[in-house]
């Protein structure tokens, strides 16, 4: 089905997508009908010019003119031809995928054994494939029907709880989405300790490895010096403490509710493979779902963002990068320049980052709330193999607080480092024997102190 007729709906049932199939199906034959009238007409049209020419022209003119008009239409019917089979191939391939290409690149295995067909199929289906179960899972639909009832008014709740109840009578298991082969592969993937399957970093990829090796390279991860030991836990005494300060704060009465923990969790600790490097380094995650301070710093994270993006330095998405490079000429001696530092939350400094925000009470943000954003920057401990871990510095690499902060921070910095250029940046040199001297004088002329902690590319045209 081309994507130009195919019709989408937030309604997902299975009656729905029925209806879709059949009106996207009908779209598309009237596409077809429509496109066949067109080429009668202009068959028709192409008849009445034949033979309008072949009254007016002589004979050496006309066949002049119908040797041109011949080869050319028959360059531009190959040309068409050629790029609607590339287009439906394309199509085909995305929609329909088999074993090929397709799987290759989307499951990477970094074991010594070799995956069979029916593991290889079922992990290509990515990491969010849902499983159709062989059951309606009624327990777990009423109690969760239940927790999110039970502050509603009792008649509306009993309302809720009587269509509930007739839907789960009629609902019937859906048709299974996998074969008994793909089903008998994950029991073995489940079964095997010795191995991991975990998505990729980039790409969307799906990497199996060795359990063995992951560790290793977690355990290298944690004993840098960003990462010390903890011989307690500290989640109750984070818990206390957000709530004390949750409750002491300007935050609207009704909006504590929501932020205060309920049965919260450590915070845990995993990592992602860069496959796309050399070595297939791990990406190191801290996982602050259910965290004490994790419904806290989303809350201030909305709050934080509107002040982001206000600087000429700032690039929405790689849309507004290619609009912002149409503006720009280049010359033969002109060389455009990246500026990238790595592991970009826990390079952060937390308290030039502090400064920052407190710096926007000015601009209408809550005084308290910095100190609110303080408390959930320096609560950075996590989970890993029963052992507790604190973050030594740095914002921790999955709070929903880091990316906000993080570009507060670097937006600051950016606009420090272009206001302390003066242009040219480089003096006349050699460019391609003098590289390192470049990188030199690059240094030099960025006066800040906290350089290390520059995570971020900014784009700069700078002459030679």
């Given at each position: 089905m081309p994507t130009c007729v195919q019709i989408k709906h937030h309604l997902d049932t299975r009656q729905a997508k029925r209806i879709l199939q059949r009106a996207s199906g009908a779209l598309l034959r009237e596409r077809i009908q429509h496109t066949r009238r067109?080429?009668?007409?202009?068959?028709?049209?192409?008849?009445?010019?034949?033979?309008?020419?072949?009254?007016?022209?002589?004979?050496?003119?006309?066949?002049?003119?119908?040797?041109?008009?011949?080869?050319?239409?028959?360059?531009?019917?190959?040309?068409?031809?050629?790029?609607?089979?590339n287009k439906y191939e394309k199509l085909h391939s995305r929609q329909h995928p088999t074993s090929g290409p397709y799987k290759d690149h989307s499951v990477i295995n970094l074991t010594d054994s070799p995956l069979d067909e029916a593991t290889n199929a079922i992990l290509s289906k990515g990491l969010n494939f849902a499983l159709a179960p062989k059951a309606i899972p009624t327990e777990k639909i009423i109690t969760g029907v239940e927790s999110a009832i039970r502050r509603l008014p009792k008649t509306e709740a009993d309302a809720?709880?009587?269509?509930?109840?007739?839907?789960?009578?009629?609902?019937?298991?859906p048709k299974q989405n996998t074969t008994g082969a793909e089903r008998m592969a994950l029991r073995k993937l489940k079964e095997n300790t010795k191995i991991l399957v975990l998505p990729a970093d980039k790409g969307n990829a799906t990497v199996v490895m060795k359990r063995e090796?992951?560790?290793?390279?977690?355990?290298?991860?944690?004993?840098?010096?960003?990462?010390?030991v903890l011989r307690t836990d500290p989640t109750a005494k984070t818990i206390r403490e957000a709530k004390e300060i949750i409750k002491k704060s300007s935050i609207p009465r009704?909006?504590?509710?929501?932020?205060?923990?309920?049965?919260?969790?450590?915070?845990?600790?995993y990592g992602l493979p860069k496959v796309h490097k050399e070595g297939i380094p791990l990406r190191p995650i801290v996982s602050q779902i259910d965290a004490p301070t994790y419904h806290l710093a989303r809350y201030l994270a909305r709050h934080l963002q509107p002040y982001v993006g206000k600087t000429s330095s700032h690039v929405k998405n790689s849309a507004h990068f290619v609009e912002i490079l149409q503006g720009v000429t280049m010359e033969d001696k002109d060389i455009m320049?990246?500026?990238?530092?790595?592991?970009?939350?826990?390079?952060?400094?937390?308290?030039?980052?502090?400064?920052?925000?407190?710096?926007?009470?000015?601009?209408?943000?809550?005084?308290?709330?910095?100190?609110?954003?303080?408390?959930?920057?320096?609560?950075?401990?996590?989970?890993?193999?029963?052992?507790?871990?604190?973050?030594?510095?740095?914002?921790?690499?999955?709070?929903?607080?880091?990316?906000?902060?993080?570009?507060?921070f670097m937006e600051k910095f950016e606009a420090e480092a272009m206001d302390s250029y003066s242009t040219p940046l480089f003096p006349e040199m050699d460019l391609p024997q003098e590289k390192h001297q470049i990188?030199?004088?690059?240094?030099?002329?960025?006066?800040?102190?906290?350089?290390?902690?520059?995570?971020?590319?900014?784009?700069?045209?700078?002459?030679?």
């Open positions: 067109s080429l009668s007409e202009c068959s028709e049209q192409l008849l009445a010019l034949h033979l309008e020419l072949g009254r007016i022209l002589n004979a050496a003119d006309w066949d002049t003119i119908d040797r041109i008009t011949y080869d050319s239409s028959r360059n531009t019917q190959s040309s068409t031809r050629e790029k609607q089979e809720i709880r009587e269509d509930v109840a007739a839907t789960l009578r009629k609902a019937r298991p090796e992951y560790d290793s390279k977690v355990r290298a991860l944690l004993q840098e010096t960003t990462y010390r009704e909006e504590q509710r929501t932020l205060l923990p309920t049965a919260p969790k450590p915070p845990r600790f320049v990246s500026f990238d530092v790595e592991s970009l939350f826990t390079n952060v400094p937390i308290n030039n980052s502090l400064e920052i925000i407190r710096g926007l009470q000015t601009k209408g943000f809550p005084e308290d709330y910095a100190t609110l954003v303080e408390f959930c920057l320096r609560k950075t401990y996590f989970t890993w193999n029963g052992q507790i871990y604190e973050q030594a510095e740095g914002a921790s690499m999955g709070s929903p607080l880091s990316p906000v902060v993080a570009n507060l990188e030199q004088l690059a240094v030099a002329r960025i006066e800040a102190k906290s350089l290390q902690h520059l995570q971020s590319r900014a784009t700069a045209h700078l002459p030679s």
